[in-house]
C-alpha cells in the first residue's frame, strides 16, 4: 500500500508523497509535490496510475482525510481485472488534505 498526501492551496491539489515498503503495487502518479486543479465545484479528479509485479484481481483507492480536512471516502476499484502489468484509474476528492491509500 502507498501512502500519499493532498493538500489544497487555492483551487490546488498539492501531492507529497511518503514511500510505502510494497513491492507488488508501485504508483508512478501522482509524484510528490503534484498539484491538480479543482474545478468550481470544489473537487479534483486524481489520476492515479502505476506497475505491479504480481498478478492481481484489482486495483482499490480511497482517501483518509488528515487533521480533519475534507472528507474520507470509501475503497473504490479504480481498476478491475488490471493485465500487462500496469494500471490507471480516477479517484474524486472534495478540498482538503488526504492521505491517499492504494492497495490490492
Not at 15 to 40: H, K
Request: overall charge positive.
Amino acid at each position: 500500500m502507498m501512502n500519499y498526501f493532498l493538500k489544497i492551496y487555492g483551487t490546488a491539489f498539492l501531492l507529497l508523497l511518503s514511500l510505502g515498503a510494497y513491492a507488488q503495487i508501485q504508483v508512478s502518479f501522482p509524484t510528490t509535490r503534484a498539484i491538480l486543479q479543482r474545478n468550481n465545484s470544489n473537487q479534483a479528479t486524481i489520476r492515479i496510475t502505476g506497475y505491479y509485479t504480481s498478478a492481481l484481481t484489482r486495483i482499490e483507492a480511497r482517501l483518509q482525510a488528515r487533521d480533519g480536512q475534507g472528507t474520507s471516502t470509501d475503497w473504490q476499484t479504480i481498476q478491475a481485472t488490471p493485465a500487462g502489468g500496469v494500471f490507471a484509474g480516477d479517484l474524486t476528492g472534495t478540498g482538503g488534505w488526504y492521505n491517499l491509500d492504494v492497495r490490492e
